[in-house]
């Protein structure tokens, strides 16, 4: 069987990490035939929490889990890994600042990305979960800079890629295996733009444009919107607690899509470094439609998409979003002398 893939899971003692650390191990992302060695990564504080989801990693007797280790430390966590899901990070305080909770976030990944340079591997790949996703793996990017090419890292918008399928499917009766290339751009926050102009609808043999099919141009551009924008908000008001299943499982689909590639004809949504594409400006990480090469796992960014005015100016205000975070992030990385 192949060598062991490597991967790393930073706050595998939350939520997010106790839904995500069984479909890693269990051959879900990287393949039945793929040994896996997990690596997991919390806070001292949360060590037995921690350990006891090593225990029951155990008793799942997974075939493909040849290893599991579980630290507290940023070098043991970085050692060699081939893949991160870096999911842990400060969680918003009650009458906690956005800043302060971007300047807290900005030195986690400030000191994960000097780390990642240090220990891991030039081929490592990253994707980013924890908020403000798309702003911490810029920072992540820029501290593993000339050692991790910035190609590598990633943040997570496959959760609001995938809440737009589902909706889509919903509205015009079909099942989610017969809706395809939906788009998120931009920032995963409440500023994200998706959109269904290019997306399609299988029909028994036939391929239907969507915007056709929904035929209802008020609610591709508003109820749709809205809804996938503040999905998050309305199930933390229902669970009391933020979503964990279905992020778990998009942070899956995301690392599953970058290790084996895309389905020819379909893109899947990713914030990756913007090469000037529809005019974000360079090294932003912006979500993008993006298709994957499995064999060289690159993606690419799929271009020359016509964008009408309503998704320029949608565009622009999640982008105007993005590099008002980037510049406060860069000031607080000063700040933050570690
Ligand atoms: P959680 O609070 O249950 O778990 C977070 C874990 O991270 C905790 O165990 C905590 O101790 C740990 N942690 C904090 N700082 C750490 C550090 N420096 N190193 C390692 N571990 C650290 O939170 P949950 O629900 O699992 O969510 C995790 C993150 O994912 C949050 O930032 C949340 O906002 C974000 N999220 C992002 C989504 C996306 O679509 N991009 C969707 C859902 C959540």
């Known amino acids: 069987s192949p060598a062991p893939i490597r991967a790393l899971v930073t706050g595998a003692a939350g939520q997010i990490g106790y839904s995500i650390v069984i479909r890693i191990a269990d051959g879900t992302v990287f393949g039945k035939d793929q040994p896996v060695e997990l690596v997991l990564l919390d806070i001292p504080q949360c060590v037995a929490s921690l350990e006891g989801v090593v225990l029951e990693l155990q008793d ?156 209802d141009t008020n609610w591709i551009q508003s109820g749709f919107i809205s809804t996938v924008q503040k999905r998050g908000a309305v199930i933390i008001e229902k669970r009391k607690l933020s979503s964990a299943m279905s992020a778990a499982k998009a942070a899956c689909d995301h690392i599953h899509d970058w290790h084996f590639g895309t389905k020819p004809g379909e893109w899947v949504s990713m914030a990756i470094p913007s090469d000037g594409s529809y005019g974000i400006p360079k090294g932003l990480i912006f979500s993008f439609p993006v298709t994957i090469d499995g064999a060289t796992k690159e993606w690419k960014i799929v271009k020359d998409l016509p964008l009408d005015d309503f998704a320029k100016e949608k565009i622009q205000i999640t982008t105007k979003e993005l590099e008002e975070e980037r510049d406060d992030a860069l000031k607080a990385c000063d700040e933050a002398n570690i």
Not at 146 to 165: C, V, Y
């Open 60 to 215: 799942c007797a997974l075939p493909t889990l040849v290893g599991v280790e579980a630290v507290t430390n940023e070098k043991d966590a970085f050692q060699n890994i081939d893949y991160a899901f870096l999911v842990g990070a400060m969680p918003r305080r009650e009458g906690m600042e956005r800043k302060d909770l971007l300047a807290a976030n900005v030195k986690i990944f400030k000191s994960q990305g000097k780390a990642l340079a240090e220990f891991s591997k030039p081929t490592t790949k990253v994707i980013v979960v924890g908020n403000p996703a798309n702003t911490n793996a810029f920072i992540c990017a820029k501290y593993a800079a000339g050692k991790i090419p910035a190609s590598n890292f990633s943040a997570m918008t496959r959760l609001d890629h995938n809440r737009a399928l589902a909706q889509v499917a919903l509205k015009t009766g079909t099942t989610i295996g017969d809706v395809k290339n939906v788009i998120i751009w931009g920032n995963h926050s409440g500023t994200q733009f998706p959109d269904v102009k290019h997306a399609t609808i299988n029909k028994g043999s036939n391929t239907v444009d969507a915007y056709t099919a929904i035929n």
